[in-house]
């Protein structure tokens, strides 16, 4: 039998990183893809050409994923779960005080480049049939409004929508696909919120114990080996420190 494998948008960092990493020790292949091709090459060179296949691609671009994808080597087919976790936020503002262009860039990557990914790769998550999975990466912010969460918050109740929607249409198909939606961890996505302020990034989680990447890859790798004939809906994970808040009341 040949080793499964696993497609991973955003294995460059954080959850995506964690779950190359946790995949690849433990008998799968890897299709790693993201934009910074050296820490694809990085990942690639720890475990070799024949564990870890690369494709350095933008979410946003569909064309280059679509040939990405068509370039993938018979050695790394079918693929068995897409893990579509390339994300982000930019900006923690309320409206008024936010950038129009970064409302763009968090539609175009978080809903986009979901789509286009999802598009691209179903084909090959058919072919292996019996527990194949997608596993679409939300957050706790598609479902718990906060100030300057917007845009953000608002693209993450699109992954679980969608995940919803995406299993009625894949309807005796044997593709599982599921919402899984983490609250607070420690990645690199407090500084690509801020524009690049890799020290708060080490500062915003003091006193705090929150998920990290490796609990993600953990529930990963639990989510893609639940028996064949069960697909969790979807997965909604917080640190302890981290709870659900009460609705807000504004009195005069
Ligand atoms: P990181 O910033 O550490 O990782 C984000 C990954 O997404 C990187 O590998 C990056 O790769 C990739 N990415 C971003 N934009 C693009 C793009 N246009 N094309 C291709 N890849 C892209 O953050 P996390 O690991 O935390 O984030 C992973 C997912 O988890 C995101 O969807 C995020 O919204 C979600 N999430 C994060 C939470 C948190 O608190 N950290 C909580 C809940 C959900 P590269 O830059 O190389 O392209
Ligand atoms: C990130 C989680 O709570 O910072 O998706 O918005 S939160």
Redesign the pocket.
Known sequence: MTDPVILI?????????ATADKFAQNGWKVIA????RE?LEALQAEYGAERVHIIE????DADQIMKGVAAIPDAFKPVKCLLN?????LGSKPWPDIRLEDWRTMVE??IM?VLHVAHAVLPLLKEAGKGASMIN?????GRFAYPGGNV?GAS?AFTRQFSYELRCDLEGSDVRVTSL????????????RTYGDYALNETFYDGAE??L?EDIAETVWWLTNRPDHININSIEIMPVCQTPAIPKILRK
């Open positions: 948008t955003g294995a460059t960092s954080g959850f995506g990183r893809t993201g934009r910074r820490r691609m933008d979410v946003m976790n390339s994300g982000l936020a990557t978080n480049g990466v939300g957050s706790i912010a953000y993450k939606e983490p609250g607070m961890a420690k990645t690199e996505f407090t500084a690509v929150p998920i990447p």
